[in-house]
């Protein structure tokens, strides 16, 4: 079985510092892990993955993720938050070695304050 | 650029009326889905489908069926609509079921 979790349903942070949404995942086998972004009234955004190799990923807008196998986690960070990063986000999992589709997190709400 | 078009993005329907929500999608992808969202729950996924006429229940698919007659499109379809029901539905697509492509969102509300 394959699960994720997003400990933060909340989490804000001043604009121009560093932000972090956690997220911590279970598969049987090895993960392929994703991040989404959807803003309000809309579909999410991919913004970006981890499937193999270096394990700091970068995305879109400034994102990246770090995985962390011994962890079991794929935190998202960015350096200097914007106002218009406040978004919804969305931890997901596949086991790599299952048939299974993406499994998603429950979702973090990040506010940018200016 | 992948699109995935959802034709309606707000509904309002009766109890035990039926119910089509219709995706559609450009990318030539073979696999199309089917999720819920509600807060504090996440994405559920009802049905996807892997191929034309093939289709494969998700998580929660009691209540729900889905077509997919034809490879850019993937309906879903609420037999009876009940107040339950009410929530957001995403229509998604993926060449390989790993980055999938989000539609905009239909709001449906059953009252």
């Known amino acids: 079985a394959q699960s994720v979790a997003q400990p933060e349903d909340q989490v804000n942070v001043a604009e121009g510092n560093p932000l972090t949404v956690k997220c911590t995942y279970s598969v049987s086998g090895n993960p392929y892990l994703f991040w989404y972004v959807q803003y309000p009234n809309r579909g999410l955004q991919f913004l970006l993955k981890y499937i193999t190799g270096d394990n700091l990923v970068k995305g879109s807008y400034g994102f990246e993720a770090e995985f962390n196998k011994s962890q079991t986690s794929f935190h998202l960070k960015k350096p200097s938050a914007l106002v218009s990063d406040s978004a919804l986000y969305f931890c997901a999992v596949r086991d790599m070695n299952g048939a299974n589709n993406l499994f998603f997190g429950t979702g973090t709400r990040l506010t940018v304050i200016p | 650029d992948v699109k995935v078009t959802q034709s309606s993005r707000y509904l309002v329907k009766r109890t035990g009326e039926k119910v089509f929500l219709e995706c559609v999608q450009d990318?030539?992808?073979?696999?199309m889905f089917w999720y819920r969202q509600d807060p504090g729950l996440g994405l559920r996924l009802i049905y996807f489908?892997?191929?034309?006429?093939?289709?494969e229940k998700g998580d929660i698919p009691e209540g729900y069926s889905v077509s997919r007659e034809k490879k850019e499109r993937f309906s879903l379809i609420l037999e009876s609509a009940s107040t339950n029901q009410t929530s957001m539905y995403l229509c998604?697509?993926?060449?390989?079921?790993?980055?999938?492509?989000f539609g905009e969102g239909s709001w449906l509300t059953v009252v």
């Open positions: 489908s892997y191929d034309v006429k093939m289709k």
């Open positions: 990318m030539d992808h073979e696999n």
């Open positions: 998604a697509s993926s060449f390989d079921r790993n980055t999938i492509y």
